[in-house]
């Protein structure tokens, strides 16, 4: 089995700042990306952010310049860091983590259970 474990969350007032922590555990051989997505009340679920095993990253456009995702590889813990937030940004944010079980096994997705973050105007 595959945990993933999300921290960080809460309430800020627009403008202000919060960091996503997310930690992968369990049966691992490798994880090869991770990521945070969103999903707003109504909305359906949307990229934020990836980061592959090798550090590139890709961006969501409504996040570029204000998110930061970052990556312990040792730990296959991933980062957020999300600042000048706004209302809009309200969203429960999850992490995901396209993990390798076994050498020479498939990759698969897995998913934490959610993190409120809500921004106030």
């Known amino acids: 089995q595959v945990r993933l474990v999300e921290s960080g969350g809460g309430l800020v007032q627009a403008g202000g700042s919060l960091r996503l922590s997310c930690a992968a555990s369990g049966s691992i051989f490798r994880v090869n990306a991770m990521g945070w997505y969103r999903q707003a009340p109504g909305e359906q679920r949307e990229l934020v952010a990836t980061i592959t095993s090798d550090g590139s990253t890709n961006y969501a456009d409504f996040v570029k310049g204000r998110f930061t995702i970052a990556r312990d590889g040792a730990e296959n813990t991933v980062f957020l860091q999300m600042n000048s937030l706004k209302p809009e940004d309200t969203a429960v944010y999850y992490c995901?983590?396209?993990?390798?079980?076994?050498?020479?096994?498939?990759?698969?997705?897995?998913w934490g259970q959610g993190t409120q973050v809500t921004v106030s105007s």
């Open positions: 995901n983590a396209r993990v390798q079980r076994y050498y020479r096994g498939a990759s698969n997705d897995y």
